[in-house]
């Protein structure tokens, strides 16, 4: 069965620090892999990764994936407030257009 | 604001009731799903539409149901409400069907079954 996994589930730094979010997948057919970053309320997307883009990166989030571990990392930088949320990461399951998420990880920054 | 725009935002009924969820995709966007979330389960896939055809179906219950009309906009339908089904259910839209789009979602509509 293809399946997401996070870790950690919960994350408290303060601000300024690096943080590296784990996301690693089971999938039979693997073709993306994308991260989001919910707050309050919906999911807005960060990054998609592909086997043709396995790196990308915005200001201070940076992702990486490898195909042959079967995971992705998202690296936040000097961490802000505001970067606190629940960061979730998906893929599509091996037959359909059916997307399996993680159960997220919660990253609190304090100030 | 990511376009995409759902009703009511909150809802409140009680158990036994039926309740229909609203979704507007963005503009251009072909694709719909749906999805619940609820603090022990993560965000579950239900299912999605494209282009008025269901495309993709992931755990959704007997008691739930959904349809995506002509003008593109899709509606969640639920019955025999209970207490478990209390959570917030997106929509998300994006233009086409594939797994190399990135999926826009909704505000949500938050549920409680009392």
């Known amino acids: 069965e293809d399946k997401v996994v996070q870790s950690p589930l919960s994350l408290v730094v303060h601000e300024g620090d690096t943080v590296t979010l784990n996301c690693s997948y089971e999938?039979?057919?693997?073709?993306?892999l994308l991260w989001y970053k919910q707050e309050k309320k919906a999911p807005t997307f960060l990054f998609m990764l592909t086997s043709s883009g396995i790196e990308k990166k915005s200001g201070r989030l940076s992702s990486i994936l490898d195909k042959k571990e079967l995971f992705s990392i998202l690296n936040i930088t000097a961490t802000q407030t505001g970067d606190s949320a629940i960061y979730l990461c998906a893929v599509p399951d091996s037959g359909t257009y059916k997307y399996i998420f993680g159960t997220g990880t919660r990253l609190k920054v304090l100030a | 604001d990511s376009g995409v725009t759902q009703t009511p935002k909150h809802l409140i009924t009680a158990t036994g009731q039926r309740v229909t969820l609203r979704c507007s995709p963005r503009?251009?966007?072909?694709?719909v799903y749906w999805y619940q979330q609820s603090l022990d389960q993560g965000l579950q896939f239900l299912i999605q539409y494209y282009n008025g055809e269901e495309r993709a179906k992931g755990n959704i219950l007997e008691r739930f149901s959904a349809q995506q009309f002509p003008d593109l906009h899709s509606e969640l339908n639920l019955s025999s409400l209970e207490l478990g089904d209390s959570a917030l259910y997106f929509c998300?839209?994006?233009?086409?069907?594939?797994?190399?789009?990135?999926?826009?979602f909704g505000p949500g509509t938050r549920l409680t079954v009392l």
């Open positions: 999938v039979t057919n693997f073709r993306s």
């Open positions: 998300a839209s994006s233009v086409v069907a594939g797994t190399y789009n990135e999926q826009f």
């Open positions: 503009s251009g966007d072909l694709s």
